[in-house]
């Protein structure tokens, strides 16, 4: 079945928007953007093309605002750890975007507790996104959509735990897949607590709980970028 985008924003529009946001000339700083008929802060062409694909899949209100506070965070973590480490083999600019639609697939699960009413299990939300991304042809952000849950998932993990998910490598491989992996563990989406970044000790405790391989994963995770 396939995705329709909301309200009425077709993939056609949305791949034209692409191409205008990649080639226009840069606007003045102090010239306010307008996107989708609705004015918004001052934004790079990262943030206009993410909100172009999340406004495809989410109508305004809390999930959409939930959504873009935690990935805005989790992108900044990402590009804060790219500066601390001077890594010149993963470009700013494609982490910006990966980290800005990692989570686009949560409005397909059910989570009410962050306003999601779908139908999916949470757990779920990598693959859903994964799907809505590569609808759209944004290939290299599916892949990181889909392999960033926990420090990331084995076939193991999955047979063995009995998770509703396909029982398939779920691990992040590249680098930039493995950068986003690692700056979403420091958000929640915890109402209120968005923007709260988690100590350390208190992730790995998390990532303890789900056997001693997702711990060992997160802190080859940590050596690399933290």
């Given at each position: 079945?396939?995705?329709?985008?909301?309200?009425s924003f077709?993939?056609?529009?949305?791949?034209?928007?692409?191409?205008?946001?990649?080639?226009?000339?840069?606007?003045p700083?102090?010239?306010?953007?307008?996107?989708?008929?609705?004015?918004?802060?001052?934004?790079?062409?990262?943030?206009?093309?993410?909100?172009?694909v999340?406004?495809?899949?989410?109508?305004?209100?809390?999930?959409?605002?939930?959504?873009?506070?935690?990935?805005?965070?989790?992108?900044?973590?990402?590009?804060?750890?790219?500066k601390?480490?001077?890594?010149?083999?993963?470009?700013?600019?494609?982490?910006?975007?990966?980290?800005?639609?990692?989570?686009?697939?949560?409005?397909?699960?059910?989570?009410?507790?962050i306003?999601?009413?779908?139908?999916?299990?949470?757990?779920?939300?990598?693959?859903?996104?994964?799907?809505?991304?590569?609808?759209?042809?944004l290939?290299?952000?599916?892949?990181?959509?889909?392999?960033?849950?926990?420090?990331g998932?084995?076939?193991?993990?999955?047979?063995?735990?009995?998770?509703p998910?396909?029982?398939?490598?779920?691990?992040?491989?590249?680098?930039?897949?493995?950068?986003?992996?690692?700056?979403?563990?420091?958000?929640?989406?915890?109402?209120?607590?968005?923007?709260?970044?988690?100590?350390?000790?208190?992730?790995?405790?998390?990532?303890?709980?789900f056997g001693?391989?997702?711990?060992?994963?997160?802190?080859?995770?940590?050596?690399?970028?933290?």
């Amino acid at each position: 079945m396939p995705i329709r985008c909301y309200p009425s924003f077709s993939h056609a529009s949305l791949l034209l928007a692409i191409i205008a946001i990649i080639f226009a000339k840069p606007d003045p700083p102090n010239k306010p953007k307008i996107l989708l008929n609705k004015a918004i802060a001052p934004m790079n062409r990262n943030e206009q093309l993410a909100r172009r694909v999340i406004d495809c899949f989410y109508p305004e209100g809390e999930l959409h605002d939930l959504l873009w506070t935690h990935s805005r965070a989790v992108a900044d973590k990402a590009l804060s750890c790219l500066k601390k480490r001077n890594m010149a083999d993963i470009a700013p600019d494609t982490a910006e975007l990966a980290a800005l639609l990692h989570d686009i697939g949560i409005i397909r699960t059910g989570a009410p507790s962050i306003h999601c009413h779908g139908t999916l299990p949470y757990l779920a939300h990598g693959l859903a996104g994964a799907a809505m991304l590569r609808s759209l042809g944004l290939y290299l952000c599916a892949d990181v959509c889909e392999r960033h849950t926990g420090s990331g998932l084995t076939a193991r993990e999955i047979r063995d735990q009995n998770l509703p998910l396909p029982a398939r490598d779920l691990t992040p491989r590249t680098a930039v897949e493995r950068l986003v992996c690692y700056a979403d563990k420091f958000f929640s989406k915890t109402p209120g607590r968005l923007a709260e970044e988690k100590p350390l000790e208190k992730i790995r405790a998390q990532m303890a709980r789900f056997g001693t391989d997702s711990l060992a994963r997160f802190d080859a995770l940590h050596r690399e970028f933290g």
